[in-house]
């Protein structure tokens, strides 16, 4: 027997899935009809993933003393079912020494914290925006900016993206610059140039270059064989590192 309370149905008299069914149904709508009001424009912004270094997070605001008013979307009703919450803050200090504390743990672990702009609204309402994993999720090529499921989440799109563009493709080489050795000991030539040059076991050094080669972009399979693409990447790899001056046969490219 389960005896466990649950608060959202001793609160509002509805459980969560319930409450879904009732005030928080999904939204059919053009995607991009919704373009220019919730998404703004256009957007890229590039990241990492793998092990966790950096993390975006949302400060909570003035958005949670709307909750127990009157929601700025149907059925613009006051109740914590539809605000879909079991309580009701009456102040922000718990909520943001929380919070505080939360990004203390992260900048102690090493781990470079991003703010994600605040709720645009007025009054703001945004008070999902904490689980900031749901509205963007990091891909190889960048972030993909999720399209949210009903009016108490949709409109987060926006400050995500505004806040993962001023990161920007310079930011996040500075990111990965932090992360990476500068030159020094077994590293000759380290991020900044070409190619990276570091000390081999032998007496020769090796010479690593990466780069990233998109179909229907950077080629395409409807013109190009697959050796001829092979040779397209392998021609722009070693590029990089002729450009160090070196002679092709005493580097070793990876």
Same mark, same amino acid.
């Given at each position: 027997m389960n005896d466990q309370k649950d608060p959202f149905k001793e609160n509002t008299g509805l459980n969560l899935h319930e409450q879904y069914m009732k005030y928080h149904p999904q939204i059919?709508?053009?995607?991009?009809?919704?373009?220019?009001?919730?998404w703004g424009r256009k957007w890229k912004a590039n990241t990492t993933i793998g092990k966790l270094r950096v993390v975006l997070v949302h400060r909570p605001g003035k958005e949670f003393l709307s909750i127990g008013k009157p929601t700025p979307w149907p059925p613009y009703e006051s109740s914590l079912g539809v605000? &879909?919450?079991?309580?009701q803050p009456t102040n922000l200090d718990e909520l943001t020494r929380d919070y505080e504390n939360l990004v203390q743990a992260y900048k102690d672990e090493g781990v470079e914290v991003i703010e994600r702009k605040p709720d645009p609204n007025d009054p703001p309402y945004q008070v999902k925006a904490i689980y900031t994993d749901d509205v963007c999720h990091p891909v190889v090529y960048g972030q993909v900016i999720l399209r949210m499921y009903d009016s108490i989440r949709k409109g987060e799109e926006l400050p995500t993206y505004q806040t993962l563009a001023e990161v920007g493709e310079l930011e996040f080489i500075r990111h990965i610059r932090r992360l990476m050795p500068g030159d020094g000991g077994i590293f000759l &030539?380290?991020?900044g140039d070409d190619c990276l040059v570091t000390e081999s076991f032998k007496q020769d050094?090796?010479?690593?270059?990466?780069?990233?080669?998109?179909?229907?972009?950077?080629?395409?399979?409807?013109?190009f064989t697959l050796e001829q693409i092979g040779k397209r990447c392998m021609a722009a790899a070693v590029s990089d590192i002729a450009t160090?001056?070196?002679?092709?046969?005493?580097?070793?490219?990876?």
């Open positions: 059919l709508s053009n995607f991009e009809g919704e373009m220019p009001k919730i605000w &879909r919450m079991s309580w &030539r380290s991020v050094h090796i010479l690593a270059t990466t780069d990233t080669f998109v179909d229907n972009i950077h080629f395409t399979l409807d013109y160090m001056t070196v002679n092709s046969l005493s580097g070793t490219p990876v």
